[in-house]
Structure formats: C-alpha cells, structure tokens
C-alpha cells in the first residue's frame, strides 16, 4: 500500500480534487474488477472509454480515478495520457517487482510457447521458482489461470510479478 500522492509524484498533473493522501491498494483499468482502495485508470479504447465508467468505480470503493478529463467523484487525478501512466502507477503500486526477477523473455513468429514451457521445465528441474505469461496462460506457484489476452496490460502484468515474489 502506498499513499496516492506518492504514486503520482512527478507525474505531470492538469488538475486534481480530493484528498492524496489517500492509501492505494492496487491499479486497476476495468471497473467491474474495482475493489476498495484501487486506483482506477481511465482508459480510452476503440470500443468504449473507461471515464464512462467512473461512477461505478466509485460505488464498489475506489479509492481515486486517473483520468484526461475532469469527472465527479470523491478524487480524481486528471492527466493528459492515462494510458503510459497506467504502467508508471501500477509499477509504483507493486514495488516495481521485475526490479527483484530474473526475467527471460521469448519473442518471434512460431514456437514461443513451446520455448517457454521447455524453460520452464529446465528451471523448475533446478529448483527455480519460476513463473509464466504466456499465450496459453499465466502461471507461478499456488497460481494458474488461462491467459485472458495474448498480452497482458501494465497494470496485469506488474500485480502478477509482485505475486510471483510472495
């Protein structure tokens, strides 16, 4: 847990309303997975614009939102880009976790998960405790779930390498 202010510090604020002082418990971009205390980030796609869904955020507990425009709410931080910062406060909010990892990572056209499952195996044989994001899932000890994307967002990825350490 960290304090709001502390997860926004040197971040280019527009304006703000509301308390920073605040404590932040996770970073979260789908407000149907808000849980008291999370930080919701706004963010802009294609097919739907996360600030539609500020409110709803509020009501299951959010602690404050992360948005380009001004909204209602009990606090909101307004930024120009929520996207590139949905990385920079979910990297704060975790600890920076892959700073404490021994990352590999398996780029290419055909055969990565294959290569990731074959280190996998050749790590665990060494006694590593080793994790996985994959196409197929993601996985670490006490945790398997099918990979909802072929690549997880920021904020997924940065709360799966900071659960990977406990």
């Not at 605040?22 to 614009?49: H, I, N």
């Not at 959010?62 to 380009?68: C, H, K, N, P």
């Not at 909010?93 to 195996?121: C, F, H, M």
Request: proline share 6%; hydrophobic share 35%; glycine share 10%.
């Amino acid at each position: 847990m960290m304090l709001l202010r502390e997860v926004i510090e040197n971040v280019p604020v527009l304006a703000s309303e509301g308390d920073l002082n605040r404590e932040v418990t996770r970073v979260v971009y789908d407000s149907r997975k808000v849980q008291p205390g999370d930080l919701f980030v706004a963010l802009r796609g294609t097919q739907t614009d996360g600030h539609r869904y500020i409110e709803q955020a509020f009501q299951q507990g959010a602690s404050a939102a992360l948005v380009e425009e001004p909204v209602e709410g009990p606090c909101w931080i307004q930024v120009e880009d929520t996207l590139p910062l949905l990385a920079l406060t979910a990297n704060r909010v975790y600890g920076d976790p892959a700073r404490q990892l021994k990352l590999i990572g398996v780029t290419g056209s055909n055969g990565k998960s294959t290569t990731t499952y074959l280190i996998e195996s050749i790590l665990n044989h060494g006694n590593s405790k080793v994790g996985l994001f994959g196409t197929i899932e993601y996985r670490w000890p006490g945790f398997s779930k099918p990979a909802p994307n072929t690549t997880p967002l920021s904020a997924d990825l940065q709360e799966g390498l900071a659960a990977m350490q406990r």
